[in-house]
């Protein structure tokens, strides 16, 4: 028993190690992740539920390292959001994705539209606003054909996120508010901020009890009430899409495993 003591010491001792070297090698190589073009973007589609027809894809970022492998942004992100390095990502990500649906308008896709994930301390950043208009500018891409998605995380200081989201209203750029209704500030902010969408945790679409169906409906139609577009995050399964249909007549739209994976952009081309 006790040298299974030792091993188990051992054992956790050194998956901790492994933790920690791991942070600490993603926290060193970040640094120069942009230049060495180890980040990708993957597309995953929107939704019509109604016509189930694709209106937009969001890009979600992957990290390639040559160790590491295929690092989630679950796992990045924080990290990048500590060092200050997701100011240079998030533009990076800002930059790929606009160059990516001006390709596929120039292609003759005409009513899709990107939607880019922003994190709080880029969204809090100084240089942000003049970030956007610059990348806009450079890439040509219509700002009415782009949408950022910010959490309410983001919206914490109600009187700079108004202000900001004022500007990107001003220049014609969606915005929406993602993983709605995991946080308690979810209803004050909707009548302060410029929104134009909200994106419905996944959380909420997982279970399927009566109870669970009420909650989802009771959320939709605070969006609706605030003439808000309505997306369902995490839609996995067709009898999903049933129901949510079955609870409203006002156009819904979702994400989701059932539709597609998120994918190379050749991978989600062969969808449109
Ligand atoms: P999110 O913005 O809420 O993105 C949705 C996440 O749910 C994605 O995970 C997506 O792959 C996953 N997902 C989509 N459909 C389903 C489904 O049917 N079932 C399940 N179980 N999951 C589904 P991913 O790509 O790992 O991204 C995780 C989070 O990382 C994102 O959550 C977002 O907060 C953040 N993130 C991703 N890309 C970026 C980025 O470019 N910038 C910033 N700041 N954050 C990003
Ligand atoms: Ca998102
Ligand atoms: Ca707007
Ligand atoms: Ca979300």
Known sequence: AKSRGGNQYTFYNSELNNMVERKMMMEHDLERAIQKGQFILHYQPKINLQTRKIVGV????????PL??????TEFIAIAEETGQIVAIGNWVLHTACNQIKKWK??????????INVSARQFEDKNFISDVKEIIDKTGVHPSDIELEITE???KN?????RILKELDLMGIR???DDFGTGYSSLS?????????IKIDRSFIQEHTDADIAMMKSIMNIGFNFNLEVIVEGIEHE??????????NRTIFGQGYLFSKPASAEEIEKLF
Not at 158 to 162: C, E, N, P, V, W
């Open 58 to 65: 969001e890009a979600l970022v992957r990290w390639k390292h």
């Open 68 to 73: 590491l492998g295929t690092v989630p942004p």
């Open 106 to 115: 120039q292609m003759g896709y005409d009513h899709l539209h990107m939607a």
């Open 153 to 155: 995380s983001v919206v």
């Open 158 to 162: 109600i009187a700079d996120s108004s």
């Open 175 to 177: 915005a929406s508010l």
């Open 189 to 197: 902010v909707l009548k302060d901020l410029l929104i134009d969408a």
């Open 239 to 248: 009898q999903q899409v049933e129901a949510l249909l079955a609870i409203s």
